[in-house]
């Protein structure tokens, strides 16, 4: 706790300083001379500052007959109470003989809110914000755009070392937008966007993880072509977007959409490699396709999908034709590469997967019909030995009734 207050206080004082810089250029700029500004729901004075101290003055508006209800002139200025957005307009302020003393133009509106900010890394070279205001002030606004990068630790001598302040430049030609050039991957940033109009100003703390951002361009240059002797099978390429740098460090994986152009429902196909066959295409259907990127580890989120490419595959061939056409061998290769895409017909390489699931269940009904066996042979080994044991009682049972009747016939002699 004792730490944290220090860096609050370095953080309020940015701020503070960084607001005193919006209000000192809050003057300069906002309009043409004599432009006066004033909050929606608060008294407005307007000062004549042509007229004499005491000396009769007129107010009027341009392009009304009358002042707005409940204004009055106190002293040579026109007090406007509980102003509102109709209030906005020229007014002007005249002496006895009319003449015109002076002219002011009022703008009525509202203080900053805070505005909405969202961040994103198309490379792991820099980030872009945009914003939107919160509230529409209907007056003049400008915005401070400024970040500090985060330190890793939480030593406070540390975090003077590594907070350095920078502009979020931004674009002239795309306005609420900014951007931070060379920022490092691995770090985290503070980002701060300020929006000044001539009544005040608001901010908003945004933190910022290049990691979670990172969101790719869609990738460039896609082209579908169908596969000559393969009626079901598209070949699809790709690059990489032009604002990702490729480095060995940082690439890009991919994600695969495609459909006949008359059905809704895609099917998916996911690759690190810049091009892939889809081989469960329909015959003679054109197939739409897109594709997108993500960073290789899993970092932030999908791009959005590229623009679409359209082809369609080669139609079912007579087996005599077939024969009879030689092609290339590149492309009869490339004709038998399956894609990761489940494919409805057989293929003469099997899934290695789809293999080990045969033979584990090929195991598991082998080891319960052994087991079935084994418990029939223990059951008719248990029988046959019971009905051992019934056949013997019976013969020792006849032998010593006969020892038995045998006896008497021996004493009587």
Same mark, same amino acid.
């Given at each position: 706790?004792?730490?944290?207050?220090?860096?609050?206080?370095?953080?309020?004082?940015?701020?503070?300083? $960084?607001?005193?810089?919006?209000?000192?250029? %809050?003057?300069?700029?906002?309009?043409?001379?004599?432009?006066?500004?004033?909050?929606?729901?608060?008294?407005?004075?307007?000062?004549?500052?042509?007229?004499?101290?005491?000396?009769? !003055?007129?107010? @009027?508006?341009?392009?009304?007959?009358?002042?707005?209800?409940?204004?009055?002139?106190? =002293?040579?200025?026109?007090?406007?109470?509980?102003?509102?957005?109709?209030?906005?307009?020229?007014?002007?302020?005249?002496?006895?003989?009319?003449?015109?003393?002076? /002219?002011?133009?009022?703008?009525?509106?509202?203080?900053?809110? !805070?505005?909405?900010? +969202?961040?994103?890394?198309?490379?792991?070279?820099?980030?872009?914000?945009?914003?939107?205001?919160?509230?529409?002030?209907?007056?003049?606004?400008?915005?401070?755009?400024?970040?500090?990068?985060?330190?890793?630790?939480?030593?406070?001598?540390?975090?003077?070392?590594?907070? *350095?302040?920078?502009?979020?430049?931004?674009?002239?030609?795309?306005?609420?937008?900014?951007?931070?050039?060379?920022?490092?991957?691995?770090?985290?940033?503070?980002?701060?966007?300020?929006?000044?109009?001539?009544?005040?100003?608001?901010?908003?703390?945004?933190?910022?993880?290049?990691?979670?951002?990172?969101?790719?361009?869609?990738?460039?240059?896609? %082209?579908?072509?169908?596969?000559?002797?393969?009626?079901?099978?598209?070949?699809?390429?790709?690059?990489?977007?032009?604002?990702?740098?490729?480095?060995? *460090?940082?690439?890009?994986?991919?994600?695969?959409?495609?459909?006949? &152009?008359?059905?809704? +429902?895609?099917?998916?196909?996911?690759?690190?490699?810049?091009?892939? &066959?889809?081989?469960? $295409?329909?015959?003679?259907?054109? *197939?739409?396709?897109?594709?997108?990127?993500k960073d290789f580890l899993d970092a932030g989120?999908?791009?959005?999908?590229?623009?679409?490419? @359209?082809? /369609?595959?080669?139609?079912?061939?007579? /087996? /005599?034709?077939?024969?009879?056409t030689t092609t290339d061998a590149s492309l009869?290769?490339?004709?038998?590469?399956? +894609?990761?895409?489940?494919?409805? =017909?057989?293929?003469?390489?099997?899934?290695?997967?789809?293999?080990?699931?045969?033979? &584990? +269940?090929?195991?598991?009904?082998?080891?319960?019909?052994?087991?079935?066996?084994? !418990?029939?042979?223990?059951?008719?080994?248990l029988r046959v030995r019971k009905h051992g044991?019934?056949?013997?009682?019976?013969?020792?049972?006849?032998?010593?009734?006969?020892?038995?009747?045998?006896?008497?016939?021996?004493?009587?002699?």
């Amino acid at each position: 706790m004792h730490n944290s207050i220090p860096g609050l206080g370095r953080v309020m004082v940015f701020l503070g300083a $960084a607001l005193m810089s919006a209000s000192l250029t %809050v003057p300069e700029g906002w309009g043409e001379e004599g432009v006066q500004y004033g909050r929606v729901g608060t008294n407005v004075t307007l000062l004549c500052a042509g007229a004499r101290p005491g000396s009769l !003055v007129q107010w @009027r508006r341009a392009g009304a007959m009358a002042l707005p209800e409940g204004s009055a002139i106190r =002293e040579g200025a026109l007090v406007l109470p509980q102003a509102s957005l109709a209030t906005t307009g020229r007014y002007s302020c005249h002496g006895k003989d009319s003449g015109l003393l002076h /002219t002011v133009s009022l703008q009525i509106g509202h203080l900053p809110g !805070v505005p909405f900010v +969202s961040c994103r890394a198309s490379d792991y070279e820099n980030f872009s914000c945009s914003w939107t205001s919160s509230v529409d002030t209907f007056l003049p606004t400008r915005y401070i755009t400024t970040y500090r990068k985060k330190s890793q630790t939480g030593e406070e001598k540390q975090r003077e070392k590594s907070g *350095h302040v920078g502009l979020c430049l931004q674009d002239p030609f795309h306005p609420g937008t900014c951007t931070v050039h060379g920022s490092e991957f691995w770090s985290s940033y503070r980002l701060n966007i300020t929006e000044v109009n001539p009544l005040g100003s608001s901010f908003r703390l945004l933190d910022i993880t290049m990691q979670a951002i990172i969101k790719p361009d869609p990738p460039e240059g896609l %082209v579908v072509e169908p596969i000559p002797l393969a009626p079901r099978r598209l070949y699809v390429s790709w690059k990489y977007p032009s604002s990702w740098p490729k480095e060995p *460090h940082f690439q890009l994986r991919f994600r695969l959409q495609y459909r006949p &152009v008359i059905h809704r +429902s895609w099917s998916v196909v996911e690759t690190v490699n810049l091009s892939e &066959v889809i081989t469960d $295409a329909f015959a003679g259907l054109e *197939h739409v396709v897109q594709v997108s990127a993500k960073d290789f580890l899993d970092a932030g989120n999908w791009s959005e999908w590229s623009a679409e490419a @359209r082809a /369609t595959p080669v139609r079912e061939l007579p /087996t /005599t034709a077939i024969e009879e056409t030689t092609t290339d061998a590149s492309l009869e290769t490339l004709a038998e590469e399956p +894609s990761q895409a489940p494919n409805p =017909e057989p293929i003469n390489r099997s899934d290695p997967l789809e293999k080990m699931a045969i033979l &584990v +269940s090929l195991g598991i009904f082998a080891f319960f019909v052994l087991a079935a066996v084994l !418990v029939i042979i223990v059951l008719i080994w248990l029988r046959v030995r019971k009905h051992g044991k019934d056949e013997t009682k019976p013969h020792n049972f006849l032998v010593a009734a006969s020892h038995l009747k045998a006896r008497p016939s021996e004493s009587g002699c």
